[in-house]
């Protein structure tokens, strides 16, 4: 059933567009489709890039601005809780006040935001304007799946978003080589300083191009109580998930916050209900394709940001690879997904998403699997096998399921679908963290002892143990100054052996959630609602 959901359009100069059946050819570049698609890629590649380029600068901040190790970690966390935390009610802004708006007004903050992170000479002005960056990061993600869901007919929306999910893609895995490069050749600031020339760009391309569509019946008011419920219950989600591993699982004070973000998720699904313009409107997930959609992007981030994780350190503390040698091995995996996002796309439109994205979960369990056999002297041939099929296993689900999701949902609520595309995701790769890392240290602390003492390395205390498996549980061997050379080949040997077993379980794991997510694919089906605004546009 095709919603018949019309479209306004605003813009100087601009005429309001026919009904989707008649579609309106689209003349010089306001409004024009592949101009869009290249305007919100060019804002979309800073959010993705800084998911993964900062940790490469951490410890060059840690040790410009004197800050501790819990200090770092804010650098990252505050700007992934802000950003998980937003994405749901700044596509409700969207919605309301127009996708242009919203993400010009985000590109414009976030580079002002990485400007002052640059500009900064303390670590709480860069923790403050990381949490600043996530907040203008969540405006413009929604908004460029919004704008594209407006601008593309529906025949061509699976490639944009294909196109899209590739730059995103690309992004997140060149941070790590683009990172270490500025920050060994430049210094850490520049880091930062590189989103405001891109930011200016993707303003000025924002101006000229991007067109204001909105739905008819679009909202007209907010649900305030909806905003604070929702977000409150999303901050205690991901803050008990960010903090687990340092509390533990069994801790009080994460079942504490599991607690009251289940009480805030119920509280939040009562008054949706009772409210005349709500947030998230429950009956949206009366699609059945459109929860699965969502359920795949959670685990699809669980088996890939949590495997992905582990294999970071591999590289650097297993196998001694500087970060850019590290981010260069890690190329077929990016490569993979730059070539398969696109053809993914083509595939979908063809096929449809049901067979697309039930066979990219099949590889990706099969690359998960093969990263689990990864010992200390396997070659890079056999590493870039795996990486290459975990890319290419990945990239019809980044394009399908968001496809799935936005195409599901009525035109009016395009951003809040945008929202909980990006939201599943986030809070995916911070679960598949958490719950990866349980199993590496639940593995390290079963095996270290007895292979500490196999060794016939002297006896640790308590205290000591705890710190060792600490170390071993990112692929550190804890030598000592001074220890001789020859304990120090075993207990590097120890800590090695040890961590890999770790991963190997991690990645077992990984690839039995990917499992999973295979017979949730076959669940979903094209969006029933593609075509809400494929009349925006003509190319």
């Not at 990172?179 to 891109?198: A, D, K, T």
């Not at 639940?442 to 196999?454: K, N």
Request: aromatic share 8%; hydrophobic share 55%.
């Amino acid at each position: 059933m095709t919603s018949q959901t019309t479209i306004s359009a605003t813009g100087p100069g601009d005429k309001a567009p026919a009904a989707p059946s008649e579609p309106t050819p689209t003349t010089g570049l306001r409004g024009h489709p592949w101009f869009t698609l290249i305007t919100v890629a060019v804002g979309v590649m800073m959010v993705a890039l800084d998911g993964t380029i900062v940790a490469i600068a951490n410890p060059a901040i840690q040790k410009d601005l004197g800050a501790s190790f819990a200090d770092v970690q804010w650098i990252t966390n505050g700007y992934f809780l802000a950003l998980a935390v937003s994405l749901i009610t700044a596509g409700k802004l969207g919605d309301r006040f127009g996708h242009r708006q919203t993400f010009l007004i985000g590109v414009s903050g976030f580079a002002l935001a990485s400007g002052a992170i640059g500009l900064s000479h303390s670590i709480a002005f860069v923790v403050t304007f990381r949490v600043l960056q996530g907040l203008f990061g969540a405006l413009l993600m929604p908004a460029a799946l919004g704008l594209l869901r407006a601008t593309f007919p529906a025949e061509k929306l699976n490639m944009a978003i294909g196109l899209w999910g590739m730059v995103i893609g690309a992004s997140t895995a060149g941070g790590p080589i683009l990172g270490g490069v500025l920050v060994e050749h430049v210094n850490w600031q520049s880091v930062f300083f590189i989103n405001v020339p891109v930011g200016a760009i993707a303003l000025v391309l924002g101006l000229l191009i991007l067109r204001d569509h909105r739905a008819e019946n679009a909202p007209r008011s907010f649900d305030i109580l909806g905003i604070v419920l929702l977000s409150g219950a999303m901050f205690c989600l991901v803050w008990a998930l960010i903090k687990a591993p340092a509390w533990g699982w069994g801790a009080g004070t994460t079942w504490a916050f599991l607690a009251a973000s289940v009480l805030g998720f119920a509280l939040f699904a009562f008054w949706e209900q009772k409210v005349a313009e709500p947030l998230i409107p429950l009956g949206l997930f009366r699609s059945i394709p459109l929860s699965a959609g969502v359920v795949l992007m959670v685990l699809m981030a669980i088996a890939f940001m949590g495997g992905l994780f582990f294999v970071t350190f591999y590289l650097q503390n297993v196998h001694g690879m500087s970060p850019i040698d590290a981010g260069l091995h890690l190329l077929p995996l990016t490569g993979m997904m730059i070539v398969g996002s696109p053809l993914a796309g083509a595939a979908i439109t063809k096929l449809g998403p049901r067979i697309p994205l039930a066979g990219g979960m099949a590889a990706t369990a099969i690359a998960m699997y093969g990263m689990s056999t990864l010992e200390s002297d396997t070659g890079s041939a056999v590493m870039s096998i795996w990486f290459a099929l975990l890319g290419l296993g990945l990239a019809p689900v980044m394009v399908g399921a968001t496809e799935v999701i936005v195409g599901n949902a009525p035109m009016e609520l395009s951003g809040v679908a945008g929202g909980l595309q990006q939201a599943a995701m986030q809070i995916g790769g911070s679960l598949g963290t958490a719950v990866l890392g349980a199993v590496m240290a639940s593995r390290v602390d079963s095996d270290l002892p007895g292979t500490w003492a196999d060794a016939g390395l002297p006896k640790l205390t308590q205290p000591q143990l705890d710190a060792t498996a600490e170390a071993v549980q990112v692929g550190v061997a804890p030598i000592a100054p001074g220890t001789p050379a020859a304990v120090a080949a075993k207990i590097t040997q120890v800590a090695h052996d040890t961590f890999i077993s770790g991963m190997s379980l991690a990645c077992l794991v990984a690839a039995g959630v990917a499992v999973v997510a295979v017979f949730v694919a076959l669940l979903t089906k094209r969006g029933e609602n593609a075509e809400a605004g494929a009349g925006a546009a003509h190319i």
